[in-house]
């Protein structure tokens, strides 16, 4: 064996054997796992310094530095949110760490409510959600430290500037349901450590509501499952003050349950829907009349209208059939449904009547992604921010009065989007479903297989890839390479159809459809298997860790982010539990043991291979997908490596899944990130 030329950290295999069903399957790496013991702190240690020291040397480092650093500076804004005659949004001036919210009365001058980047030295503080009262007196907001999927609910008076004390702990992805009159707030945290220490974290999800002015421990419990341990609650007042709507949802899965309670007559919660058949969002009410969105009998959705007095479902009245396009997002305004819509991954604007007669379709820029979209019923405009991969962050106002949209604020960037091009095709995959492909590049590109190419995809969690402004990915184009993005099956790119077709036992599709759109771009000449990355995080990083190890000869250089590496495994961590009806459970589930062994990136390391140029990187307080992925997958791989290329492992300090993050450790790692690959993909040119 050629003598390595990385010297990798010492990683000791201990000897570690699981029995699978009757199989005898090794795990030497085990003590990877406990990121607190200092074995583990020492390697990570060495493992940081050596790549620090690789990236250090590297030419094209120090030039992406510079221009990321340019290419972030611009303003970025939310889509406002109204309260009577108050606006309140988020603006970021460009390098900030993180955005500051604000707040204006009518035409005032705005002027910061509160400003994350004064809670921390280094920005690891972030506003993660935010909660106005109706008559905008009171806003309650969430803030993460570190990256951290914990979270804690705070109230600030908006005339006083200042917080009234109460303080609300134990959340994830919480939001605060006020009552109209302000006088509290219903919303859902999991129990501490001492009311329940020997149950499994983040588990026995309750609601509570909480009365201003009072401590949490006093909060009256409203809700709780203790049969069903792993559901969970979202909490929602429904705009006349009457019901109280709780989303009722199980880990990942889509499909969700539907209760309510009526707060005028009191009594138990109605379940609605009781079933996990299907997704069921509750859009608004007339009275006892709720509008939902579901894909009930409607892959890609509809709109339904349930009389909750005789919610007998043959009562049930569509109000807006499904089509061919996916629902991404539904709101009632103006007594108008605005339903944003999903054509081959890209967003689509329509309005309807509230009888469901279609209106007509709202023009967009140009092909690309609706983010957000903040409305109430009675106003008589709504906001969207739309963007795509070489339109910045606008935030556009439409006005039913004008029937016009008109652009809030657009940034201006220091970059020209006019000399490059994105086109969309549809290839082919293994068994032979088409895939679509966004790319984008300068215009005149020549087809030579000789660009670099960087491909990008997630392909899971009924989760769309749509096009998105990524400002890092600006320089890649500047320097002449090729963006790809798949949209693979797994997503919600054509509902939930093609979602099932990317999960479990259907895995192995999304790692088809990814090789295959390697394929494509090479067969079409946009690139060659040495001047080809590909790029992914969180179950993006599986996709490119399972395609890497079946076929490392298709690859000129990966970024491994935020990975799920060890699908044996995975579920005894955090948030781990909540994904098994995604990936299956290798452990319960024989046959599911069967395909996740076949695809586990972990267990498919080969001694010997010549696997291409790798970059994993991870955080150490990454609660939801635990850095032990990372961390197993480097050490098998440097233990098999043959010493041709470096495989090198980066693991940020203070820094979570990527929630929250601060500008500066996002331009850091872009920084790292790109110049590994391109470094691999050009050398130093």
Known sequence: MTKPRFPYPPAPQSDVVDNYHGRAIPDPYRWLEDPDSPETQAWTAAQNTLTRHFIDELPARAVFAERLATLWNYPRYTAPITRHSRTFFQKNDGLQNQPALYWQEGDAPPQVLLDPNTLSDDGTVALIGQSVTADGRYLAYTLSQSGSDWQTIHVRNVDAGADTGDVIQWCKFANAAWLPDDSGFYYARYPTPDEMPDAPPSTHHRVYFHKMGTAQAADELVYARPDAPDLGFNPEVTDDG????????????????????????????????????????????????????????????????????????????????????????????????????????????????????????????????????????????????????????????????????????????????????????????????????????????????????????????????????????????????????????????????????????????????????????????????????????????????????????????????????????????????????????????????????????LHNVKPGVAYPPLIITTADTDDRVVPMHAKKFAAALQAADPGINPLLLRVEMKAGHGLGKPTAKLIEEAADVYAFLWTMLLGNG
């Open 242 to 601: 009457r019901y109280l709507i709780l989303h009722v949802w199980d880990g990942t899965d889509p499909r969700n349950r539907l209760y309510y309670r009526d707060l005028q007559t009191g009594g138990d919660f109605v379940r609605l829907i009781d079933e996990m058949e299907a997704k069921y969002i509750f859009i608004a009410n007339d009275g006892p009349l709720f509008y939902l969105e579901t894909d009930d009998d409607a892959p890609h959705g509809r709109v339904v209208a349930i009389n909750v007095e005789n919610p007998a479902r043959v009562n049930w009245q569509e109000i807006i059939p499904e089509s061919d396009e996916t629902i991404e997002y539904s709101r009632l305004v103006n007594e108008h449904f605005v339903l944003d819509r999903l054509r081959h991954a890209s967003h689509h604007l329509y309005l309807f009547q509230k009888d469901g007669t279609a209106v007509g379709e709202i023009p967009l820029p140009t092909p690309g992604s609706i983010v957000e979209l903040t409305s109430r019923r009675a106003d008589t405009r709504f906001y969207y921010h739309f963007q795509s991969f070489l339109y910045p962050p606008t935030i556009f106002c439409y006005d039913f009065e004008t029937g016009q949209a008109t652009a809030v604020h657009q940034p201006t960037l220091h970059f020209d989007p006019t000399l490059y091009e994105t086109t969309q095709v549809f290839y082919e995959s293994k068994d032979g479903t088409a895939v679509p492909l966004f790319l984008t590049h300068k215009k005149g590109l020549k087809l030579d297989g000789a660009n670099p190419t960087l491909l990008y995809g997630y392909g899971g969690f009924n989760i769309n890839l749509p096009p998105l402004f990524v400002p890092t990915r600006l320089a890649w184009l500047e320097r002449g390479g090729v963006f790809a993005q798949a949209n693979l099956r797994g997503g919600a790119e054509y509902g939930e159809e093609w979602h099932q077709a990317g999960m479990l036992h259907n895995k192995q599709n999304v790692f088809d459809d990814f090789i295959a759109a390697a394929e494509w771009l090479i067969d079409q000449g946009y690139t060659s298997p040495q001047k080809l990355a590909i790029e992914g995080r969180s179950n993006g990083g599986l996709l490119v860790a399972a395609c890497m190890v079946q076929r490392p000869d298709l690859f000129g250089a990966v970024h491994c982010g935020v990975p799920v590496i060890d699908m044996l495994r995975y579920h005894l961590f955090t948030a781990g539990r909540y994904w098994t009806s995604e990936y299956g459970n290798a452990i319960e589930n024989p046959a599911h043991f069967e395909f996740l062994i076949a695809y586990s990136p």
